[in-house]
């Protein structure tokens, strides 16, 4: 019977399988952060258990870390002390890699796991992080997971689990210029929204997936827990073995034959059934940007914020009053009218080398409107600094006005020190448009790159599309 | 974990779709390296009108009237009724720590985060999805009943109104065990150490590469 890619994952990684479904699944992949491990950590310890395999470990600290003056340290004690706590965990378990605070490949943990080869097709990947579903890109079955979990999966190498769903989303067709993963990830999410993929595993396919880069699959597999869903998946190609070929903890010689062989299996069989299945038009998705709270609450950048009125549901009517409230909008104002007063390019969805060079290419030449306060580059983690300062692209943003950071997830979640102050407006790379998500009072309006360095230079949001 | 037993609790309304993650329990209090104590902060923006940091005696906090958990007649609720994917966002599971520390031990919604939901059931609290129908109509009973409680028998699967309607609900049947015996998950998949093993072992043959 024909199979798909969730099939042939769940399958390959299933210890026991009970009556009712509920299986032991095998973790190949454990990447630990300092916020969601330490009460995991000492509940091992507590508990007099030892943790099954060290070397699935792969550990970073990204939450709490600066992206600036890193020669003064963590200036926040109760940060640095969560740091810390992760040195001392991680000193005294052990782990295949650790890349900590100042590490020279340190980095968003989402960042460092695919560069360093950490994150191999076929695998299991889990973290105490909703977007590990961003390792799906590498047709790995990979999700966040509660800490809880994270001491359950030190201790036992399993998680218990029932399958899910599946869900099939192709994007047919070549995406427009100026369009990109970000905006078909938000796109998806407008269509289906943030509940449409729960209870479901998403595989990404059509022709318009299948032309992305390895950095835009991560970013759509990425927005894939935006959408509700336990995981995205793209399946394997040869973008994905050319760029797994030669990194640093990826196979070599023999074992690379091999491996290759069979991560070749890792794809959706013809006539595969799934679940439900979702179909998009590539050239129909234009540049988005989110008008709200909510990531589903997105439009084209052609389009003008949504009239609460129009929308029958009282519920739904409530929450885009009060989203309107809180980003201090008003119905029917065209987006590209709408001012921002900081741009934060970077997060796990968006702070690859290809997602600087996109901002970049917008960017060069031309410098941000000085009604922005702040233009903020923080890349993925310390390989990408010096692979985008080797290519020139660190000159380009700070000829652009822009401020090029030390990696981390910043302001993003502004754990850190980087954040917005109550009621200023970001055009923002992350994934999250939440209240106070930035910072207490922030508005974040979620957008690709280019869109981000679009609405830079223009101090409004703007069609990037007319600047390339 | 504790053992959930048949208990009736006052039911406290939060009529919103989305609740997220960070609206739970902001990230300034993740820094954290306990699991206790989030209970003050739960739903730390929208409860008070300051802003809250690690640290503070939030009894001298100035309190947002206008949120609903506030309300006098919803003190003490142990039963929080919701709309459509509550808990979305981040896997933080500092959002189940910080409601249960509140002293909510049954969530009632139309729908939950993956993440979110796994988790509540790792901390002792039973999310309970119910029908659109059914959600609207507790929600008038909440709103028209003083100190409206629902009694929640996990055993039997019902949640019993005080006029006596029944509702039944769902629930897995392996976590419903969990639960009612206040199971430890992982003394439970330790018992299968030996099959852990030796798949670990077929693995290490077959994808060599995966343990090098």
């Given at each position: 019977m024909p199979q798909t890619l969730y099939d042939k994952l769940w399958n390959d990684h299933v210890v026991r399988q009970e009556a009712d479904g509920t299986a032991l699944i095998y973790i190949d992949r454990h990447l630990v952060h300092e916020v969601t491990s330490p009460q995991a950590f000492e509940g091992l310890k507590l508990a007099g258990r030892k943790p099954?395999?060290?070397?699935?470990i792969v550990a970073t600290a990204d939450?709490?870390?600066?992206?600036?003056?890193?020669?003064?340290?963590?200036?926040d004690p109760i940060s640095r002390q969560q740091v810390e706590t992760l040195d001392s965990n991680i000193r005294e378990v052990?782990?295949?890699a650790y890349f900590p605070?100042?590490?020279?490949?340190?980095?968003?943990v989402h960042v460092v796991g695919p560069e360093n080869g950490a994150t191999l097709p076929g695998m299991t990947v889990v973290c105490g992080?909703?977007?590990?579903?961003?390792?799906?890109?590498?047709a790995c079955m990979a999700h966040g997971i509660g800490t809880s979990e994270v001491e359950h999966v030190l201790a036992t190498q399993c998680l218990i689990q029932k399958k899910s769903k599946s869900m099939l989303i192709r994007v047919e067709g070549q995406l427009g210029k100026g369009v990109t993963a970000k905006d078909v990830a938000l796109a998806i999410i407008g269509k289906?929204?943030?509940?449409?993929?729960?209870g479901y595993a998403i595989e990404f396919g059509g022709s318009a997936i299948r032309s992305l880069s390895m950095e835009g699959r991560m970013t759509l597999c990425n927005m894939a827990i935006e959408a509700g869903a336990r995981m995205g998946l793209v399946a394997v190609d040869e973008v994905t073995i050319e760029y797994l070929k030669?990194?640093?903890f990826s196979p070599r010689g023999e074992l690379w034959d091999k491996a290759v062989a069979y991560w070749r299996t890792l794809h959706s069989d013809p006539g595969a059934c799934f679940d439900c299945t979702v179909e998009l038009r590539a050239e129909e998705i234009l540049p988005q940007v989110t008008w709200g709270?909510?990531?589903?609450m997105v439009v084209p950048?052609?389009?003008?914020?949504?009239?609460?009125?129009?929308?029958?549901d009282p519920v739904k009517r409530e929450g885009m009053e009060r989203a309107l409230q809180y980003m201090g909008l008003t119905a029917n104002?065209?987006?590209?009218?709408i001012r921002i007063d900081k741009v934060f390019i970077g997060s796990c969805t968006n702070s690859r080398i290809e997602d600087l060079r996109q901002a970049a290419a917008v960017l060069k030449g031309r410098k941000k409107a000085d009604s922005v306060k702040q233009a903020l580059v923080v890349p993925g983690s310390g390989l990408v600094k010096r692979q985008a300062e080797a290519e020139g692209l660190d000159k380009i943003f700070i000829a652009a006005g822009f401020e090029w950071r030390e990696p981390?997830?910043?302001?993003?979640?502004?754990?850190?020190?980087d954040r917005l102050e109550p009621g200023e407006r970001c055009a923002s790379t992350s994934n999250r448009n939440f209240e106070?998500?930035?910072?207490?009072g922030g508005r974040t309006h979620l957008v690709s790159p280019a869109m981000a360095a679009a609405a830079a230079i223009a101090g409004h949001f703007a069609d990037v599309r007319d600047i390339l | 974990m504790e053992k959930f037993v048949k208990f009736a609790g006052l039911v406290a309304p939060?009529?919103?779709?989305?609740?997220d993650t960070d609206a739970i329990i902001?990230?300034?209090?993740?820094?954290?390296?306990?699991?206790?104590?989030f209970g003050p902060h739960a739903f730390d923006e929208w409860r008070y009108l300051d802003h809250g940091e690690p640290g503070?005696?939030?009894?001298?906090r100035p309190l947002?009237?206008?949120?609903?958990?506030?309300q006098e007649r919803y003190r003490g609720a142990s039963i929080l009724l919701t709309r459509s994917?509550?808990?979305?966002?981040?896997?933080?599971e500092h959002a189940p720590w910080a409601l249960l520390d509140y002293g909510f031990r049954v969530i009632i919604a139309e729908s939950f985060a993956d993440i979110f939901f796994n988790n509540c059931f790792k901390n002792g609290i039973l999310p309970i999805v119910l029908p659109k129908s059914e959600v609207d109509a507790l929600f008038g009973l909440t709103e028209h009943t003083p100190g409206f409680k629902l009694t929640v028998d996990l055993a039997e699967q019902q949640l019993v109104r005080p006029d006596g309607y029944v509702i039944g609900f769902s629930v897995d049947p392996f976590r419903k065990e969990c639960l009612l015996n206040g199971w430890d998950d992982i003394g439970l998949t330790l018992r299968h150490a030996e099959a852990i093993r030796e798949f670990e072992e077929r693995r290490k043959q077959q994808q060599p590469w995966l343990f090098a």
């Open positions: 099954w395999r060290v070397s699935s939450h709490n870390t600066p992206t600036d003056h890193w020669d003064e340290g963590i200036k052990g782990a295949l605070f100042k590490d020279r490949r340190q980095g968003i992080d909703s977007h590990t579903s961003t390792h799906g890109a590498f289906i929204g943030t509940a449409g993929g729960t030669d990194r640093p709270t909510s990531p589903e950048i052609t389009a003008c914020v949504p009239d609460p009125a129009r929308e029958p104002t065209p987006i590209q009218s981390g997830c910043s302001m993003c979640l502004a754990m850190n020190a106070g998500r930035q910072g207490p | 939060l009529d919103r779709n989305n609740v902001p990230k300034q209090f993740l820094k954290s390296i306990k699991r206790s104590g503070m005696d939030n009894s001298k947002n009237p206008n949120f609903v958990l506030n994917n509550f808990g979305c966002g981040s896997s933080r």
